[in-house]
């Protein structure tokens, strides 16, 4: 129960951050950058998001330094993530998964997922023995 309440809070804190930096991003920065350097430029920020995030949950809710235990964390954040992804943000913006898909810019989607491996191993990477 203890890698379930973490996973939910560690998916809640970064998918909140990147909630409002999305809203930032479409809203200013692609109109003036392109929606290509927008992403890229809003990676960074999740980055840092994340590193920060990972321990913060880990520490709070007193999670074991198991690889077993924190990959736990990681993995439920990103069932929860990509849930979120595609159902709700999906229906908000009113596409399929095909178009989303098909939508994504090739270097820009490419970090996107090396993002969302990053995401779900980091409560690893952080753990302190």
């Given at each position: 129960m203890q890698i379930l309440k973490a996973g939910a809070l560690y998916f809640a804190l970064v998918f909140g951050a990147g909630f409002v930096l999305g809203t930032?991003?479409?809203?200013?920065?692609v109109p003036r950058f392109g929606a290509r350097t927008a992403e890229l430029m809003e990676m960074?920020?999740?980055f840092v998001i994340i590193v920060l995030a990972a321990p913060w949950v880990a520490r709070h809710l007193h999670v074991p330094c198991t690889v077993a235990t924190r990959l736990g964390v990681g993995l439920i954040a990103l069932a929860f993530l990509l849930t979120m992804e595609f159902t709700v943000v999906l229906w908000l913006r009113g596409l399929t998964i095909s178009e989303y898909i098909q939508q994504r810019d090739p270097v820009s989607g490419i970090v996107y997922i090396i993002m969302l491996g990053v995401f779900a191993v980091m409560p690893i990477l952080v753990a302190r023995r």
């Open positions: 930032i991003r479409t809203l200013w920065i960074p920020i999740m």
